[in-house]
């Protein structure tokens, strides 16, 4: 089990407190979201805009790191609990996951430009716990990228549920990433391909007993949960419908795409 973004039900999200919370709490791994600023600091933050996370207004990249630091964090669970809670480096997540343990599963924003990537390699190769370290990415440049800088870290493919295809697949293979990060709504079949392609699989985000049951049958190698507090899905027999149909549609894109490339009758 991984803690999406630190145990977010617990603490805000990408923050040391959330962090701290998942070391205590027994997860395999915790992951983060970094960005970088405008003078180079790696920072914890899901968004390219402080806004989303702090009472400060503007972009990470065009903000320095001393700028970023008179903001406060302003939105995340138990956020009454953290007065005057900064914005975490990305150093400082690392220091905590090594005291506890846990995996640091960390995503680099795919708004980040890819030739900042040769700032970022020497910074996770400094640190002498880098074995435990996985890098996620939805760029696929940043995972090239990343993959031939520090080849020894595992690289995963991030991807969402829109408009997934055979190729995705053959992307991480055929350059050699070792795994794929996929969405909970992705259909069962689309699974069983990454899972038979030889990649390594992550599943992201899941909450609820049911899904978590779902994909561990299927044979993924780690969850990711902001908590599995939920007896279902949410909306239970509405969401339920909205996963037929979601298979449905997969293999009726998955045949019509084998029609057009001229592999069925």
């Known amino acids: 089990m991984i803690a999406h973004a630190g145990y977010s039900a617990v603490a805000p999200s990408n923050t040391l407190p959330a962090y701290e919370a998942a070391g205590k709490s027994d997860f395999w791994g915790a992951e983060c979201d970094i960005q970088r600023t405008k003078d180079g600091v790696w920072i914890l933050m899901h968004n390219d ?61 795919s708004n980040v430009d890819p030739a900042y990537m040769n700032e970022l390699a020497p910074v996770l190769l400094s640190r002498d716990d880098r074995d435990m370290f996985v890098i996620i990415s939805f760029g696929r440049e940043i995972c090239l990228r990343i993959k031939e800088l520090i080849p020894e870290i595992p690289v ?16 991480a293979v055929n350059n050699k990433l070792d795994g794929m990060d996929i969405h909970v709504f992705l259909p069962d079949d689309y699974v069983k391909a990454v899972i038979a392609s030889g990649l390594d699989v992550f599943v992201w985000t899941i909450d609820d007993i049911d899904n978590c049951e779902r994909f561990y049958k299927l044979g993924v190698n ?26 449905y549609w997969y293999n009726l894109i998955q045949w019509f795409r084998a029609i057009f490339a001229g592999k069925t009758e």
């Open 156 to 171: 995963y493919y991030l991807i969402g549920f829109e408009d997934v295809s055979q190729e995705d697949i053959d992307f």
């Open 49 to 109: 805009d402080v806004e989303d996370m702090t009472d400060g207004t503007g972009k990470v990249s065009e903000l320095t790191y001393d700028e970023i630091m008179q903001f406060n964090v302003d939105v995340g669970s138990n956020i009454e609990n953290y007065p005057d809670l900064k914005v975490a480096k990305l150093e400082d997540y690392l220091d905590i996951c090594k005291k506890y343990g846990l995996h640091p599963v960390i995503e680099i924003k």
């Open 222 to 247: 780690a969850i990711t949960t902001n908590s599995i507090n939920q007896e279902t899905p949410e909306g239970n027999t509405f969401q339920q419908f909205l996963w037929t149909l979601r298979d």
